[in-house]
């Protein structure tokens, strides 16, 4: 299954709101999660289930979408969240990840 | 806390090989099913592959780019995961991360990872 992220980057100011994409080439019902990654940092997980917030992430994110197309959103950037955002698909093996979104500061 | 180490790698020549160990602790190893993950420099995640916990009879599954070269297995007396690379490309240069999967199968801690460079 192949996971297409848009866009690949953007660039934001804090305070905006945010909405990253993912789209699956075939159904993964919302067996999706969403990852964020600092450089030189592993991955952290922010979103499973496609939905559901991650013990001790803030509530500006939020995930949404089931079948093929996905959001992740940040409601309100702050500049902690500068980072690179991965979603991956749980449905069926192999797993894959989607390419990424880098989100920069403007 | 949980915590997830990696070592073990390096450089190493084309076709060469290499064993990648993870060290985890602070949660209970053998109830979890357990991943690695790699990310070449400057490019995206790579899901490599899985091993499932011993209810589910340490079963693996692969990714099509490394099935056949890797092999993952665990050690649950001594709360280890491990990677056994072979025939190593230069497109195999990554840090290779191990992760843990909950329940869900996402992945909800992760090592610091380790750098392996194929090159001669």
């Known amino acids: 299954i192949q996971l297409t992220q848009s866009p690949s980057s953007l660039s934001a100011s804090v305070g905006d709101r945010v909405t990253i994409t993912c789209r699956a080439s075939?159904?993964?019902?919302?067996?999706l999660v969403w990852y964020q990654q600092k450089p030189g940092k592993a991955p952290k997980l922010l979103i499973y289930?496609?939905?559901t917030l991650q013990s001790g992430v803030p509530s500006r994110f939020s995930g949404s979408g089931s079948g093929t197309d996905f959001t992740l959103t940040i409601s309100s950037l702050q500049p902690e969240d500068f980072a690179t955002y991965y979603c991956?698909?749980?449905?069926?093996?192999?797993?894959?990840f989607g390419g990424g979104t880098k989100v920069e500061i403007k | 806390e949980v915590q997830l180490v990696e070592s073990g790698g390096g450089l190493v020549q084309p076709g060469g090989s290499l064993r990648l160990s993870c060290a985890a602790s602070?949660?209970?190893?053998?109830?979890?099913?357990m991943d690695w993950v790699r990310q070449a420099p400057g490019k995206g995640l790579e899901w490599v592959g899985r091993?499932?916990?011993?209810?589910?009879?340490?079963?693996?599954e692969y990714a099509a780019s490394v099935k056949g070269r890797f092999t993952i297995s665990r050690d649950d007396s001594n709360n280890s995961l491990y990677l056994q690379v072979n025939s190593l490309k230069s497109e195999d240069t990554a840090v290779y991360y191990c992760?843990?999967?909950?329940?869900?199968?996402?992945?909800?801690?992760w090592g610091q990872g380790t750098l392996v460079t194929v090159s001669s």
């Open positions: 992760a843990r999967s909950t329940v869900t199968t996402a992945l909800d801690h």
């Open positions: 602070g949660f209970s190893f053998s109830d979890h099913y």
């Open positions: 091993i499932r916990n011993k209810a589910n009879s340490h079963t693996t």
């Open positions: 075939q159904g993964i019902s919302s067996h």
């Open positions: 289930a496609a939905s």
């Open positions: 991956q698909q749980l449905n069926s093996y192999p797993l894959t």
